[in-house]
């Protein structure tokens, strides 16, 4: 056995990991009481454990099977992360079409979380940009899935949580980019009513959009923070400094938190002086910003999850629809900056309509994440807060989750029943299993 966790390292569980070199391992790796398959291990809670049971490390699985040059398409096995993609491709022009705000996620964890970016109002979630997947189903065959082929076993596996059997391969539409560069603009909002009007007024000109809200600001400032809204840069708009090198690719940062950070480094004191170097950084942002620092700020730092002290962190994401969605929100936030927990890192935005995939989190509507260190009360808090989202008509994303109850899942996930009847089908006996889907009665 093995302890493994997840991002937020809240919980540490054993679990009979192996980790294959080839596909050709996988079938006789499956254990019928219980197997799951794992990415990088980014998601926040206990989406990629299982605890006592087998876990299969798709990491090593990273190989190109075929890329076309004119088109973007890529065939590549699912533990290719987004990382490598872009070391290996941006510098011939190509970029992941959808990406989210960190590079170390495989193309399995994608899939599983139907993961969305800063750009989700315009270019949709993951599954926009993949043609099809290989999949090894319970009985142990490997199914080819797409819109046209076993079309239930596809959009079942976007939010699927790696429930549904082991993603081996997929094709992938990559996005052609002429620089790594994004020209972007800051728009600072004095209170929740200005923010909300500037991301609605920006999303309509910006593809790539995302707010931070300063956590300490309550009563008439309550929302007050910090917009940022980008694009592309193109060739002909890069500062001539730029254009030598437009597809320059950065390698990951040295910077790296070498041990837990003991829990009394997070205090209020330490909020406000993080929030407000954040505040400040936000402000300045130069007219140019490199993809890394466009939607991978936190990248720059290894394992800055140690940063939050032993008991670990969570984050909170939800989304909540746009029809009273600014009352709602407004009470959402009057909840979280009044309950005495510590508020950290934070983000904003308006997603777009929600796509076919059952479990699939984004719908249109505001959607607002928000880390928390783990400290006495925090699912108390987590608690109220799910009940208010479920009774707005919103719902929390998994890939974040940590502590959502099976009931207000069915009532934030309505499409669950016709997921439960694509599980039934593709794994009859329960074999494919997991912390989260034991936890959410998916498995
Ligand atoms: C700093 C940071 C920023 C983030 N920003 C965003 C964001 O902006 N938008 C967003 O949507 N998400 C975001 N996330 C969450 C992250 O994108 C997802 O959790 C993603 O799924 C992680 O990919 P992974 O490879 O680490 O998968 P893991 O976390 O290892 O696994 C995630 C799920 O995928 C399943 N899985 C993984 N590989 C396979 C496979 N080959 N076959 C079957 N199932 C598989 C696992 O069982 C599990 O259910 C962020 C996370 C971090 C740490």
Partial sequence: MTTI????????VDCD????????????????EGTLGRGLGRSYGDAALN??????DMTRLDRYVSFDPQTGRLTCEAGVSLEAIIRDFAPRGWFPAITPGTKFVTIGGCIANDVHGKAHHAQGTFVTCVESMKVLVADGRIVTASRDQHADLFWASFG???????????????RRVETTYFKQKTIVAKDLEHMLDALAEHDATSPYSVAWLDPMATGAKLGKGVLTVGDHASLAELPAG?????????????LVVPFQLPELTLNPLTMRVVNTVIEGVLRKGGAFNHAEGFFYPLDAIGDWNRGYGKRGFIQYQFVVPFDDGRAVLRRLLETIVSAGQLPFLNVLKRFGPANEAHLSFPMAGYTFAIDFPVRDGLTDLTGRLDGMVADAGGRIYLGKDSFLGAAPFKRMYRRLGEWLEVKRKWDPDG???????????LC
């Avoid at 966790?5 to 540490?12: E, F, I, N, S, V």
């Avoid at 605890?51 to 299969?56: F, T």
């Avoid at 730029?242 to 040295?254: I, Y």
């Fill in 51 to 56: 605890e006592g049971r087998r876990v299969i």
């Fill in 431 to 441: 074999v494919f299993t997991s912390d989260l889907g034991r936890r959410l009665e």
């Fill in 5 to 12: 966790w997840g991002w937020g390292a809240q919980r540490r």
């Fill in 17 to 32: 990991v192996r980790t294959p070199a080839t596909p050709a391992e996988l079938p006789r790796l499956i254990r019928r």
């Fill in 242 to 254: 730029l254009q030598a090198e437009p597809l320059r690719v950065f390698p990951p940062g040295k």
């Fill in 160 to 174: 699927g949580m790696g429930l549904l059997g082991l993603i081996v391969e997929a094709t992938i539409r990559l």
